[in-house]
């Protein structure tokens, strides 16, 4: 949780009115988002999300996440719409930051999600996968196989410091995956960083997704590789059996993976434990003690690798054939 | 900022029911807040701020500070309303914490006060303090004079290491005020804590004042005082004479302040600059530097201490007779 950069009243009046929505009546920053710096902005005109880009996102790529978010939104896709300035300009400047300003988005994100929650998130991810076509630009997954490998050479001598053997674990998966890793799988854009904080419902029902300041293009089986890490766990690390097969078969409902995915599935899902084991282990050494933000647990991604090694099928995953 | 303890989506839908709120839609730690977990919450009814009490709030005391807001709503002072659950009570319990469900009030508050604002916080104080009348609870002010002693004794040990002859200066003025501070001024509630970031406008009009967490009884002057410290000094930490003047007119246009309460202000000014020298100094020296709120420069306050003491008269604050 995080107000990186502070905001005055003069200067966020001043954009307000560059973006033609109406007088502004009330900003809180949001103790949530560990990249940038979110503002719930109140208006005459409505609700909406000031983000400051901190140093995490490369500003470069910011015409790749907001064109896609538009696209999307142009597709039915329920997410943030970037609002445009008088300028016609989706992006501008505030307090030394780049920032956008976006459309709220109703929801809150399950923090204990049911199967209900996992099936809906697999529909989604699939209408997600399904709308990126003809996204015309693209942006190479820097988190990828290549990426992991430059990655772990930051911190591999300090990487028993997080946990005994971890070194060695990782070691050991790199060396499978650069076997292993499928390379012609059905791919397009992908959302990256499918948690549940990414993730908005209302009542029972999905309302939007958010965060695509991971998005880029890789095969769609890995992005449903993550939703599995990230959604069909329990707290106690096991896997949920019943809400892997509610993802997996909400996700084929809309689109059917092929035999090669199916099969690949397994070094899919051993693949995006390790890319979050990966930047936890790394944050974890390198975050100041004072940060704002308090590092994720990379154990929890140690117990999902040493789980998906185990698997000797992708039928574990109740991933069956769709007649 | 801080968001001290986090809130299921379970636990919020709960709660929402409880107060017959509608549907929850959506939910957002906010980052402001030193003493307590603040979220703002959207439901089908409205937007309401959900306040977990925090360590640092005495929940003994929370029929005082409810039961004033509630009082001052009544006489038509602008702030937020606590709302009653189905059971007809402001107080629940949520996430291990006492909590309370608060309307929303629009506004913003003003990052670099101006003269216009020092007059429209003047009126809302004296506005506060004449509808605080009648209100039948009494709390007696933690933080007055005996309260400084104590808070000194804890850390005049080592007040050098905040600034070299931090000790001996508040030593020498807790010497003087022992003296010169006035008994029998006239008194009420009074909020105690009415800095800029707890009075909120849209546009230039003053929308309602927040946070009644020091809210006691004590000499009505003495809030006066502390508005002043907060609101009539520049970032250099000069004294701003039109600032001075607007919120003391502003004040002095609904009740005029007696000849005793003129003749006490320069006293009463050195008081109030102490109060948040000896909280901010304290606190600077007892926070956990991996807090998530970083304590305020107790600097500030040693500026204004001293060009109190070098006052000779009520008039350089702009303080006349009025006729």
């Not at 307000?16 to 109406?22: F, H, K, N, P, T």
């Not at 995915?261 to 790394?282: D, I, M, N, S």
């Not at 090694?309 to 109740?318: C, D, I, M, N, T």
Request: hydrophobic content about 45%.
């Amino acid at each position: 949780m995080a107000v990186y950069t502070e905001v005055t009243d003069d200067e966020l009046t001043r954009l307000i009115a560059d973006y033609g929505l109406g007088e502004l009546l009330s900003y809180k920053g949001i103790a949530e988002g560990v990249e940038n710096t979110n503002f719930l902005v109140h208006t005459s005109k409505g609700i909406f999300i000031l983000t400051l880009y901190e140093r995490r996102v490369d500003t470069a790529d910011l015409p790749f996440f907001l064109g896609l978010i538009e696209h999307l939104n142009r597709k039915g896709i329920s997410c943030p719409l970037p609002v445009r300035n008088r300028a016609g300009e989706v992006l501008t400047r505030i307090a030394g930051r780049t920032a956008a300003v976006m459309t709220f988005l109703e929801g809150v994100w399950p923090r204990r999600p049911k199967a209900h929650h996992c099936a809906a998130v697999g529909r989604a991810l699939a209408e997600l996968h399904l709308a990126g076509e003809g996204f015309p630009l693209t942006r190479r997954n820097a988190l990828g196989l290549e990426g992991w490998h430059t990655l772990f050479e930051r911190f591999s001598a300090r990487a028993d410091e997080v946990a005994p053997g971890l070194g060695t674990l990782i070691a050991y998966e790199l060396a499978y995956l650069d076997r292993a890793w499928p390379k012609s799988l059905p791919s397009g854009v992908i959302h990256a960083d499918l948690f549940p904080d990414n993730v908005f419902f209302v009542g029972e029902t999905l309302s939007g997704i958010i965060d695509f300041y991971f998005a880029c293009n890789d095969a769609w089986a890995y992005d449903l590789a993550i939703c599995l890490n990230a959604w069909c766990f329990e707290p106690d690390f096991a896997f949920n059996a019943t809400k892997g097969r509610a993802l997996l078969s909400a996700y084929q409902s809309l689109r059917p993976l092929s035999a090669a995915e199916r099969q690949a599935f397994p070094v899919l899902t051993r693949g995006a434990a390790l890319r979050f084991l990966l930047t936890r282990a790394h944050d974890w050494l390198h975050t100041d003690r004072n940060a704002l933000v308090k590092p994720h647990d990379p154990n929890a991604y140690v117990r999902r690798l040493r789980f998906h090694q185990e698997v000797q099928s992708p039928s574990e995953y109740g991933l069956e054939t769709v007649a």
